[in-house]
């Protein structure tokens, strides 16, 4: 099971050489990807009264300039999207834009990718919110064509793209997808056309939507979508999270052990909303992960 770390967005703030450190420590103490979250507007809450999700306290930094930054600043660790919200992006730019990180970084971008929740983003950004379903479904294969052909003709119900194509092209043809969500329908989507999964609800986030379900329900659920789809479950990624929280480190050994039971192959690590007050708090909070982990 690879060992991740999930870059702290809402905490870390914005010194360059912080996050260069942050990168490069989690790096040297041998974790195997870096995973940032996405969003690329935050809502003002003062006319939403009850409104839940991340808001303008929040501070994101944009995951394709990030890792376009740190793929110059780090040599071995994979840098992960834990989601990029794809329906509410344009394609081709995606396209370019990951194909341009994974050139940077030697080949080694993983691109996580998911529907979202916040209306307010995809309003703010002229997309439909409705139909996001849908249009990943073919984000997807316009994705995989663009990486593979330098010369692509694509005719979809929401893209068109005619004898064109990437240049440079990405060094990985094409750039592992992996999908995040917990709905069966995404599970069902991610079965079908994703090369791997992400699990979001080890984070002590009060913004997860709707009831949760168990981590060993959702797996089974995705295995039974995997073999609906003929497709092998050994070659198919699933990627898990241990929050730090109040947990102790034999807490932590103890989650990463379940998770290696219900088979996951990367387990990422986030110190996020655990009260740290400084960037070493969360660099150091993360070797004592690795350390009763791997002790």
């Known amino acids: 099971m690879r060992l991740g770390v999930v870059f702290p967005q809402t905490e870390i703030g914005t010194d360059p050489v912080v ?14 990807h870096l995973v940032a979250y996405d969003h690329v507007l935050s809502a003002g809450t003062s006319n939403r009264p009850g409104w839940i999700g991340y808001d303008l306290d929040d501070p994101f930094h944009e995951p394709f300039v990030l890792f376009g930054y740190l793929a110059g600043c780090t040599k071995q660790i994979e840098l992960a999207t834990g989601i990029i919200i794809l329906p509410q992006r344009q394609t081709a730019l995606v396209a370019k834009q ?18 979202g929740w916040n209306s ?18 073919e984000q997807v294969k316009v994705l995989r064509a663009l990486w593979t052909q330098e010369i692509v003709t694509f005719r979809g119900r929401w893209h068109t793209i005619v004898e064109a194509g990437l240049n440079p092209m990405p060094v990985q043809r094409p750039i592992p997808i992996w999908m995040g969500g917990a709905a069966d329908a995404v599970l069902r989507r991610a079965a079908r056309l994703a090369d791997g999964w992400f699990f979001g609800g080890g984070l002590p986030n009060p913004y997860t939507r709707g009831p949760s379900r168990k981590p060993a329900d959702l797996i089974e659920r995705l295995r039974l979508h995997l073999h609906e789809a003929k497709r092998d479950p050994s070659s198919f990624g699933i990627e898990a999270r241990v ?4 947990d102790s480190p034999q807490d932590w050994r103890r989650q990463a052990e379940e998770w290696q039971a219900l088979g996951a192959t990367h387990l990422s690590f986030t110190t996020m909303r655990a009260g740290l007050q400084k960037p070493d708090d969360h ?8 350390d009763a982990v791997r002790g």
């Open 243 to 246: 929050a730090a929280g109040k």
């Open 120 to 137: 307010v983003e995809y309003e703010a950004l002229g997309v439909d919110f409705h139909n996001r379903g849908g249009r990943i479904t």
């Open 98 to 115: 990951a194909a341009e990180v994974d050139v940077l970084s030697g080949g080694r971008l993983r691109l996580g990718v998911g529907l």
């Open 283 to 290: 660099i150091e909070t993360a070797r004592r992960f690795r």
């Open 19 to 32: 996050i260069r450190d942050f990168a490069q420590a989690a790096e040297t103490l041998g974790f195997h």
